[in-house]
């Protein structure tokens, strides 16, 4: 028999998704194979101190994630990665604990400082292989106003959008701000969204329709991030996602839509409001729209230099003429059963436990693909 894997699940984390990592890490902690798998579970606090498995264990099975203690662990708890030398990778190690050497990092840390190349940075440079995607690409990922310029270069279809820093928000007053307002209005108009431009599961994000409410969800999306948002708004919008799994030659499920009460599908409604919702796997669409979703997808997924797995969410413009737009990517999207990530998967042939052994076999192939590069001048 091969000799297990160590697999060092990493989740909690610095972001305003903190609640939804620990939810995604309890489901894939649980479904690893423990015949294949060493699972090493390892907590990152809010305030961003490494804890080892025996601490995130503990929050592992601590009942109702709004409940946990998050912050203020004691100091000798820490663990610190330590840079690996020549081909030794990094490990970790605290006061009076080393762990054992990590095979790989399934990374379920959504948001910044995790899912925006921060962390992936840190693993690339201490030599150590991690599911999903590069540092470009998951920093690419998160700034929605990156991803969408990117795409909207190769051609994909994005809705207009206007892009402001807190700092240009925060200097413009009087007649100057009423001028920029004017402008947003010009390039968004109403309805329009408005977004915290590196920050996942609808965090902060406002739906205005007018000035008052423009000014609001500015302010209420600048508590998030340094750059803001204010996308173009559809009337009716249709939510359609799709799943797509693998490196240079990915695949993609059936389309998925979820049907919600909500006036948009924001953080509450997401995960902790959900009594209403219905998700409908495949999405009543035509087989061409079908394709077409599909292909915009693997478009998406490799434009952005995509690796290992990503939710790819689009909308359709229901009340006009059924155009599609491509609304974001999620390179590590909520990883539970229920999420739509893997029940997309699964009405497409591909159940929880084997989406858990594709992305860690991908992880590994990329770490491979990469040893490749030649390191010294010939």
């Not at 000014?215 to 999306?221: Q, V």
């Not at 708004?233 to 939510?239: A, I, N, Q, T, Y």
């Amino acid at each position: 028999m091969s000799k297990k894997l160590n697999v060092a699940v990493v989740f909690g984390g610095r972001s305003g998704e903190h609640e939804v990592s620990v939810m995604s890490a309890r489901s894939v902690v649980e479904n690893l194979d423990r015949e294949k798998y060493n699972v090493i579970p390892l907590y990152v606090s809010r305030d961003g101190q490494w804890l080892p498995p025996a601490q995130a264990e503990a929050q592992l099975g601590g009942g109702d994630v709004k409940a946990l203690k998050t912050a203020g662990f004691d100091a000798d708890q820490s663990l610190a990665l330590v840079p690996g030398v020549g081909s030794t990778p990094g490990r970790w190690q605290g006061a009076n604990i080393q762990l054992d050497q990590i095979d790989i990092i399934f990374p379920v840390v959504h948001g910044t400082y995790g899912e925006d190349g921060t962390l992936q940075g840190m693993m690339e440079m201490a030599d150590i292989p991690y599911v999903g995607a590069g540092v470009l690409a998951s920093a690419l990922g998160m700034d929605k106003a990156l991803m969408k310029a990117v795409c909207e270069q190769a051609g994909i279809p994005v809705l207009p959008a206007f892009t402001l820093t807190r700092a240009h928000w925060e200097a413009t007053q009087g007649s100057g701000r009423e001028e920029l307002l004017e402008q947003i209005e010009k390039t968004a108009s109403y309805p329009a969204f408005v977004k915290p431009c590196n920050l996942g599961s609808s965090v902060g994000i406002s739906k205005v329709r007018n000035r008052e409410e423009l000014r609001k969800g500015i302010d209420e999306a600048a508590r998030f991030d340094r750059k803001i948002l204010i996308e173009k708004g559809l009337e009716s919008p249709r939510e359609i996602e799709l799943s797509v799994l693998g490196n240079d030659h990915p695949e993609v499920s059936l389309p998925g839509e979820i049907i919600h009460g909500g006036d948009f599908y924001d953080y509450q409604t997401k995960y902790f409001e959900t009594q209403g919702q219905q998700t409908q796997i495949p999405a009543h669409l035509t087989e061409e729209q079908t394709q077409k979703l599909q292909e915009l997808a693997i478009k998406t997924f490799l434009t952005l230099d995509l690796n290992g797995l990503s939710r790819v969410d689009f909308l359709l413009d229901a009340k006009g003429d059924e155009s599609i737009y491509l609304n974001e990517v999620n390179t590590m999207p909520g990883f539970t059963p229920i999420s739509m990530y893997s029940m997309m998967w699964k009405a497409s042939g591909r159940p929880y436990h084997q989406l858990l052994d594709e992305l860690i076999q991908l992880g590994l192939e990329r770490h491979r693909d990469r040893t490749r590069n030649q390191t010294t001048p010939v």
